[in-house]
Each structure stands twice: as structure tokens, then as C-alpha cells.
């Protein structure tokens, strides 16, 4: 059984900073790609920022130079450093990877979500 847990969220005043952590575990066989998606109410859950197995990392340009994503594989960890917070980015932020657990069965987990509120 894997399951994705995220924490950090929280309450922030506009202009600060939060951390959100991933952390995956289970039996795992391999690690793919990690992704931070969020949802605000009333809209569509958006892809924030992903980062493959290989290290190449790709950002929404509403977080392009706030945000920075990382992932320390050995702890099977994913991080997101988000920087100069705006109203506009409180959501339920969720953790996403696609992860193998043999081989070749592999499959696409979500954790269950932390809330990040901005306040202005």
C-alpha cells in the first residue's frame, strides 16, 4: 500500500512564505515523476509545478520565480518552497507521482491535500 501525505500548509499573510512537504511510502519499487497541483474553490485543480525522475522541473507561469520544487530521493520526499504568497494562490494544494511498485506495475497516487490560505 503506498500513500502520499503532505504537510505544511497553513495561514499566511501576503508577501510570506510556506513549505509544503510530499512524503511517500509503502513498498515502492521506483519513483517517477512529482507534481504539486492545487485547487481553489469553484475551479479546476491546476498543475503548479512538476518535477521528473531525471531532475527536470517545469512551473505554471502564475508561480514562475515565487515557487521553487524539489525532491530528495532517498527520502522519497517532494518539496515546494513557495515565496511571496498572494491571495490568488489559496487552494488545497495535493501532492501527485506516479510510482512503481514492481517493475512494471505502476500507477498514479494523490495525497489527500493541505490547505494553503493567503490572507491580504
Known amino acids: 500500500q503506498v500513500q502520499l501525505v503532505e504537510s505544511g500548509g497553513g495561514l499566511v499573510q501576503a508577501g510570506g512564505s510556506l513549505r509544503l512537504s510530499c512524503a511517500a511510502s509503502?513498498?515502492?519499487?521506483?519513483?517517477?515523476?512529482m507534481a504539486w497541483y492545487r485547487q481553489a474553490p469553484g475551479k479546476q485543480r491546476e498543475l503548479v509545478a512538476a518535477?521528473?525522475?531525471?531532475?527536470?522541473?517545469n512551473y505554471a507561469d502564475s508561480v514562475k520565480g515565487r515557487f521553487t520544487i524539489s525532491r530528495d530521493n532517498a527520502k522519497n520526499t517532494l518539496y515546494l518552497q513557495m515565496s511571496n504568497l498572494k491571495p490568488e494562490d489559496t487552494a488545497v494544494y495535493y501532492c501527485n507521482s506516479e510510482i512503481l511498485v514492481t517493475l512494471i506495475n505502476r500507477r498514479v497516487y494523490w495525497g489527500q491535500g493541505t490547505q494553503v490560505t493567503v490572507s491580504s
Open positions: 509503502g513498498s515502492i519499487f521506483r519513483i517517477n515523476d
Open positions: 518535477v521528473t525522475s531525471g531532475g527536470r522541473i
